[in-house]
């Protein structure tokens, strides 16, 4: 913890009818910080800054002060914690700047006070980690009330070779607090609290008075029968003077249940902590109550997942910003909230992560995972997303040399046509395709090279208009050129005529090719389209049959294809594999309001598989079908932001109302089915097209409309 005291003068104070005096602090850790003005926090935001390459990069986080400061002596604290500092090796400092702004409504001036300098003094605290901040490794928080403050002046750090950026992201919030759903004492002694569902956040509890030295331990789990190491725990230890409460600082939890041992909390509860409020953004509502409940599972995991900058592939175990799960639940997340701000600081670390080849790892910030192609081509699939969903170009200008290194260093390992496996590195490993699909959906094999090589199809379509946007002609004819004879490689390469399939032949081979327009004629197309169906009903049974990356590119050939009676079918199924199992297999609490999340496998809890995570970013792309397909909102790549967009809702037999409402740069867009008639409210400044590519295609601009929906 670092402390300064400081003297404002009346003067200084004073505020005049044609001026305005305003106090700022800028504030860049390498690792966490709070800031304390005269003992009251500065800001609602917690666990800041976000997430960046420590290594060569730290963010800068500005707070306003004006209403914590007086006249007088004036005290200023910034605790301090190392966070993902421990994973770089780079020490829990700070540095800040106190300034002074002056402003007459037109023009203003703005004068450095102060900075941290070795007059500060600073002090260790009562806190203290536990863990390495390795996945499995993360722990917990110390917190020993008996350390005592002894301040001294502080010590100056050089951070010579890190560029500092003002933060982008608008920060972590507390979203939701949660009491205790059920609690009960175990066998041996120790204290079971419910909170009712998973939380990404902290855990606060208040003990009744204990003696000197007594030590608590909390140990955090996200399902009742998880086991270290995929559990984190947190202590602490009493100094006996009868202010025992317990909160994490700056370290969060993924946990709905937490083993207490050493002491019986007087009172408890968890802090759910995100980018985004659960409770906010798009809505989804129909008639089926199963659908309901596995859009709100996915939903509300989303907002476990997202936090800090970044979107997690699970908060607790891992806790990395793996591209593959970001690719496969994008479109999810961005049509549920906007997070533009997310992704802008996402994409820097992914930038500040790519080597001088051209390479990247498959999570950012950078550590060495497993993965595959769809893993790190994230840096080119989140900035055109980020601007066909918000129209903002700001990620695909910033960026676009760095995706176009990605492609060359791609370009490179072509061998006979297409992409081929590259050799592990120390920054990361595997070449995956699919991942986590269910038992007998086979992607190995053939699999891993063609859903790997489809993914750089699409990775090139992209960079066509991208470059169209940023005005790089010979790179728009570069890119179609590859993309061309990529197809073409592709189909040779992987196309069983004898059984109408590519590759392995499992939905995700079948739905990718078509996605990407590989079949090379409308004969073969439909003869790949009517297998993959079949083979749907039929060798699938009418259960889902995708993994991580599987998931969303069949959502998306559902979506376009008008099968949303096959997806429905796919989505009611009870048992393995299945979203509903998730559901109904989700531990219901005695009390409080259950809401499930998705797992990190279909195969979590089945007897003999390893049962890791159960928040996990693994299957939520699912979540556009529901916009998109129940509800019909679905955007125009022409006109980005749903500047227009189209309402096309796909029925379903059993499905007798949708309401859904959708944000957007525009304003919110509702649609509201009841039966065949439908209520559409298109927001100001855009225009929709109604029943598009059908006899009864409608264009209407922004008001109230209602509709009844024909057969096409």
């Known amino acids: 913890m670092l402390r300064k005291e400081f003297f404002i003068t009346e003067g200084e104070m004073r505020q005049s009818k044609n001026q305005r005096v305003n106090y700022g602090i800028d504030v860049v850790s390498l690792g966490y910080h709070e800031v304390y003005v005269n003992g009251t926090k500065a800001g609602d935001k917690v666990m800041q800054p976000a997430v960046s390459q420590l290594d060569k990069h730290a963010l800068q986080v500005s707070y306003e002060i004006s209403d914590l400061i007086h006249e007088g002596v004036n005290e200023l604290k910034i605790w301090l914690g190392q966070g993902w500092g421990r994973l770089y090796g780079t020490p829990a400092v700070a540095k800040a700047t106190v300034s002074k702004s002056v402003s007459d409504g037109e023009c203003g001036l703005i004068f450095n006070l102060f900075v941290t300098d070795s007059s500060w003094d600073a002090t260790p605290s009562g806190y203290s980690y536990t863990g390495s901040w390795q996945p499995m490794q993360f722990g917990g928080e110390r917190l020993d009330r008996r350390v005592p403050s002894r301040w001294r002046h502080a010590t100056a750090y050089s951070n010579d070779g890190i560029k500092i950026t003002q933060q982008e992201f608008k920060g972590n919030a507390i979203v939701d607090t949660l009491p205790i759903a059920s609690q009960e004492k175990e066998a041996d002694g120790s204290i079971v609290i419910d909170f009712g569902r998973v939380v990404t956040g902290w855990f606060n509890a208040v003990f009744t008075p204990m003696h000197a030295n007594a030590e608590v331990t909390m140990e955090y789990l996200d399902h009742r029968d998880a086991k270290a190491p995929f559990t984190e725990s947190d202590i602490y230890i009493s100094d006996g003077k009868g202010h025992d409460v317990f909160c994490n600082k700056f370290h969060i939890h993924a946990f709905r249940y937490v083993r207490i041992k050493g002491a019986v909390p007087a009172s408890a509860r968890a802090f759910h902590i995100s980018a985004v409020n659960p409770k906010g953004g798009a809505s989804f509502e129909c008639s089926d109550p199963r659908l309901n409940a596995i859009h709100n599972m996915v939903k509300y995991t989303l907002s476990c997942l997202t936090h800090s900058g970044y979107m997690v592939d699970c908060p607790h175990i891992e806790r990395m910003g793996y591209g593959g799960d970001g690719n496969s639940s994008t479109m999810a997340l961005q049509t549920l909230w906007d997070v533009g701000d997310t992704y802008l600081n996402w994409l820097t670390a992914w930038s500040d992560a790519m080597d001088s080849t051209g390479d990247l790892p498959y999570v950012a910030p950078a550590f060495r995972t497993g993965g595959g192609p769809y893993w790190s081509g994230f840096i080119i699939k989140a900035p055109w997303r980020t601007y066909q969903n918000y129209s903002d170009p700001t990620l695909v200008y910033r960026h676009y040399d760095v995706m176009r290194r990605w492609i060359d260093y791609v370009e490179k390992h072509f061998e006979d046509g297409i992409l081929t496996p590259w050799a592990d590195t120390e920054r990361r490993s595997w070449f995956l395709g699919d991942w986590l699909a269910p038992e007998g959906v086979e992607i190995g094999g053939e699999s891993i090279l063609h859903v790997s090589n489809c993914f750089i199809s699409e990775c090139l379509g992209d960079m066509i208009e991208m470059a169209a946007m940023t005005d790089n002609k010979a790179d728009i004819s570069r890119f179609k050129k590859m993309r061309k004879q990529l197809n073409k490689a592709i189909h040779r390469h992987f196309y069983h005529p004898e059984s109408h399939t590519y590759a392995n032949g499992t939905p995700i081979d079948q739905c990718y090719a078509l996605l990407m327009g590989i079949p090379p004629d409308a004969k073969t197309a439909k003869a790949v389209k009517e297998q993959l169906i079949h083979d749907c009903h039929i060798k699938y049974k009418d259960h889902i049959a995708a993994g991580l990356v599987g998931v969303p590119i069949f959502t998306e050939w559902c979506i376009r294809e008008r099968e949303a009676s096959l997806m429905a079918t796919i989505l009611r199924q009870g048992d393995y594999p299945g979203y509903l ?108 097209t109604v029943f598009p590519n059908s006899k009864h295609e409608r264009n209407v601009e922004a008001g109230e409309w209602r509709f009844t929906i024909s057969d096409r």
């Not at 790549?637 to 059993?654: C, L, M, R, W």
């Not at 109302?657 to 409210?681: D, L």
């Open 581 to 688: 199992r998730m559901i109904e297999r989700g531990e219901q609490p005695r009390g409080g309001t259950y809401i499930a999340t998705t797992w990190e496998s279909w195969d979590c809890g089945r007897a003999g598989k390893e049962d890791r995570s159960r928040v996990h970013n693994c299957y939520n792309g699912i979540a556009i079908w529901f916009y998109q397909a129940l509800a019909g909102i679905r955007p125009d790549s022409a006109n980005t932001g749903y500047k227009h967009f189209f309402i096309d809702p796909q029925p379903v037999e059993g499905i007798k109302w949708v309401h859904a409402t959708k944000p957007t740069p525009y304003g919110t867009i509702e649609v509201n089915i009841e039966g065949r008639q439908m209520k559409v409210v298109v927001p100001q400044g855009t225009s929709a």
